[in-house]
């Protein structure tokens, strides 16, 4: 950078106010986008129950045939996947204390979010590509 | 040594047995609470329902006999409600990042009616479910 000559004060004090060392404000607002993506996936979602008449087995397979379902579903799954796994994530560092732990926690979480989502997504697409069985 | 003169034992921090229970902090506490609650419940009931559909009839069969059942009904009500809660405090959150609803009135206020919503989305659809 432009020459170590006009650095002064400490390295604490040169860091100071200028924010989280790690991640920044990342975090935060990956958060708040998939909490409004959230907003809108879920108020389709509820609303598209809602509306079948049944839930039984085969309105739910030829409903989630649909392009025009599966797409939404499949955004629903990322979007809140995502969003569990930055609040969950919050609740670990709140709450564990210890190092490892707190690193064990992070990898079961992170196992456990793509694991579901992986398996969420593929029964979606087996039901969009496979089709309602007959 | 200034301790020893204390009077009487002065509050270490915020701490939950010192707070007084007031709306703002009811519904911090929910949020968080209602989120991980769905994160480690909806969430995998979510992908049970996805992954029974995908499955076939037989499997989906024994997914729908739960679903419901009376359990099905009580977690199914207890999860909208958990949702609609998240879903309003989420969105007073998202005003608060602008920097409005901080005065202190106003801010009561606006957690009450966060549980206003939650309580009056769940009977709503519930409503829709079961007699509509």
Same mark, same amino acid.
């Given at each position: 950078?432009?020459?170590?000559?006009?650095?002064?004060?400490?390295?604490?004090?040169?860091?100071?106010?200028?924010?989280?060392?790690?991640? @920044?404000?990342?975090?935060?607002?990956?958060?708040?986008?998939?909490?409004?993506?959230?907003?809108?996936?879920?108020?389709?979602?509820?609303?598209?129950?809602?509306?079948?008449?049944?839930?039984?087995?085969?309105?739910?397979?030829?409903?989630?045939?649909?392009?025009?379902?599966?797409?939404?579903?499949?955004?629903?799954?990322?979007?809140?996947?995502?969003?569990?796994?930055? @609040?969950?994530?919050?609740?670990?560092?709140?709450?564990?204390?210890?190092?490892?732990?707190?690193?064990?926690?992070?990898?079961?979480? $992170?196992?456990?979010?793509?694991?579901?989502?992986?398996?969420?997504?593929?029964?979606?697409?087996?039901?969009?590509?496979?089709?309602?069985?007959? | 040594?200034?301790?020893?003169?204390?009077?009487?034992?002065?509050?270490?921090?915020?701490?939950?047995?010192?707070?007084?229970?007031?709306?703002?902090?009811?519904?911090?506490?929910?949020?968080?609470?209602?989120?991980?609650?769905?994160?480690?419940?909806?969430?995998?009931?979510?992908?049970?329902?996805?992954?029974?559909?995908?499955?076939?009839?037989?499997?989906?069969?024994?997914?729908?006999?739960?679903?419901?059942?009376?359990? @099905?009904?009580?977690?199914?009500?207890?999860?909208?409600?958990?949702?609609?809660?998240?879903?309003?405090?989420?969105?007073?959150?998202?005003?608060?990042?602008?920097?409005? $609803?901080?005065?202190?009135?106003? $801010?009561?206020?606006?957690?009450?009616?966060?549980?206003?919503?939650?309580?009056?989305?769940?009977?709503?659809?519930?409503?829709?479910?079961?007699?509509?």
């Amino acid at each position: 950078m432009s020459g170590a000559g006009v650095r002064r004060g400490t390295e604490l004090g040169r860091v100071r106010g200028l924010g989280a060392a790690r991640s @920044g404000v990342g975090h935060w607002w990956a958060s708040r986008m998939t909490a409004v993506s959230n907003l809108l996936l879920l108020t389709w979602f509820i609303v598209s129950l809602l509306r079948l008449p049944l839930h039984d087995y085969l309105t739910v397979v030829v409903w989630l045939h649909q392009p025009v379902v599966a797409v939404p579903m499949l955004l629903l799954i990322l979007s809140v996947f995502y969003h569990v796994r930055l @609040g969950v994530q919050v609740l670990i560092e709140d709450y564990v204390r210890q190092e490892g732990t707190k690193v064990i926690a992070m990898l079961l979480l $992170n196992f456990y979010v793509v694991a579901s989502a992986a398996a969420a997504a593929f029964a979606v697409l087996k039901l969009a590509f496979g089709g309602p069985g007959a | 040594m200034a301790t020893v003169h204390s009077p009487r034992p002065r509050p270490l921090s915020p701490h939950l047995s010192i707070w007084r229970w007031r709306p703002n902090m009811a519904v911090s506490i929910l949020h968080r609470a209602t989120g991980n609650a769905m994160a480690f419940g909806a969430v995998l009931l979510f992908t049970w329902w996805l992954l029974a559909a995908a499955s076939g009839p037989a499997t989906y069969a024994s997914w729908y006999r739960v679903a419901h059942g009376w359990l @099905g009904l009580i977690v199914g009500i207890g999860f909208t409600w958990a949702m609609f809660q998240h879903m309003g405090s989420g969105l007073r959150h998202l005003v608060m990042d602008t920097g409005a $609803n901080y005065e202190i009135h106003a $801010n009561q206020r606006s957690a009450l009616l966060t549980m206003a919503f939650s309580v009056i989305m769940t009977g709503l659809v519930w409503a829709l479910v079961l007699f509509a």
